[in-house]
C-alpha cells in the first residue's frame, strides 16, 4: 500500500532555533495535512495544503506542498518549548477519496 | 463549543471481554473514522464510515465492529477476537468523505489486563 517516509524521526531542539522536517511519498499525493499531537492526546491539525507548490504559514509555522507533490515539509521559527511533540505528516494519494495515510511521526524533544 | 469527544479516556478489561468506546461528534460532519496508535508508529485505520448506515473496513478491522444510526455517533467494539487489543484509540470526523480534512478526538486508552 501506500507509505510515506518521515524525517527526522527525532530532533532536540534548542529554544529560539528554526526547525525542519518531511514527507516523501514515491507516490502523487493530492492533500497534505500536518498534525502536532501531545501525550496523551489526539492529533490537532496544523496546516493543511491542497495544491501543488501551496506554500501556507500558520504563526511561526510554515509549511509547503511540494511542486511534484510527491513531498511537502514543515518549518518552525524560533522553538519555544511548548513545540515539543510529535509531528504527523498525512496525505490522500492520487486518486480522490482515497483514504489518508500517515507518516510515522517526527519526535521533537527539549535539549537540556 | 463544536468539536469530537471519546469516552471514556482510560479503559480497563480483562481478557476475553468486548468492550465498546464511544465517539460523538457536533460538527455536522458526515464522515467518521477510528484508527488505532501503537507506540512509534503511524496511525492505522480500523474502519471508517462516509454516511450514515453505512460503515466500510478498514486496514486493520479484524476483532472489531462498529455501527452508524446516527450522524453525531460512531461507537468501537473492541471484541475478544482481536488478538492485541491494547492501544491508544483515535475517533476523527471529516465534513465529507475522504476529501475532505479529519479532525481528531481526544483518544481513549484501552488496556487488556
Known amino acids: 500500500g501506500q507509505q510515506l517516509n518521515q524525517s527526522p524521526q527525532s530532533m532536540f531542539i534548542q529554544e529560539g532555533e528554526d526547525v525542519s522536517m518531511n514527507c516523501t511519498s514515491s507516490?502523487?499525493?493530492?492533500?497534505w495535512l500536518w498534525y502536532k499531537q501531545d501525550p496523551g492526546e489526539g492529533p490537532v491539525l496544523l496546516i493543511a495544503l491542497y495544491k501543488a507548490g501551496e506554500l501556507t504559514s500558520n504563526g511561526r509555522l510554515t509549511a509547503q506542498f511540494g511542486i511534484t507533490r510527491k513531498d511537502s515539509f514543515l518549518n518552525i521559527s524560533a522553538s519555544i518549548p511548548s513545540d515539543v511533540g510529535i509531528y504527523f505528516c498525512?496525505?490522500?494519494?492520487?486518486?480522490?477519496?482515497?483514504?489518508?495515510?500517515f507518516g510515522a511521526g517526527t519526535i521533537l524533544r527539549v535539549k537540556s | 463549543d463544536g468539536g469530537i469527544t471519546q469516552s471514556p479516556k482510560y479503559l480497563f478489561r480483562k481478557e476475553g471481554q468486548n468492550v465498546t468506546l464511544s465517539c460523538e461528534q457536533n460538527?455536522?460532519?458526515?464522515?467518521m473514522y477510528w484508527y488505532r496508535q501503537d507506540p512509534g508508529q503511524g496511525l492505522r485505520l480500523i474502519y471508517y464510515s462516509q454516511i450514515v448506515n453505512d460503515f466500510q473496513k478498514g486496514d486493520i478491522a479484524e476483532g472489531y465492529s462498529v455501527s452508524r444510526e446516527k450522524k453525531e455517533s460512531f461507537p468501537l467494539t473492541v471484541t475478544s477476537a482481536q488478538k492485541n487489543p491494547t492501544a491508544f484509540y483515535l475517533c476523527?470526523?471529516?465534513?465529507?468523505?475522504?476529501?475532505?480534512?479529519?479532525?481528531f478526538g481526544p483518544g481513549t486508552r484501552l488496556t487488556v489486563l
Open positions: 498525512a496525505g490522500q494519494p492520487g486518486e480522490y477519496g482515497n483514504k489518508l495515510v
Open positions: 460538527l455536522n460532519h458526515d464522515a
Open positions: 507516490s502523487i499525493f493530492n492533500t
Open positions: 476523527a470526523s471529516s465534513i465529507q468523505g475522504f476529501a475532505g480534512t479529519q479532525y
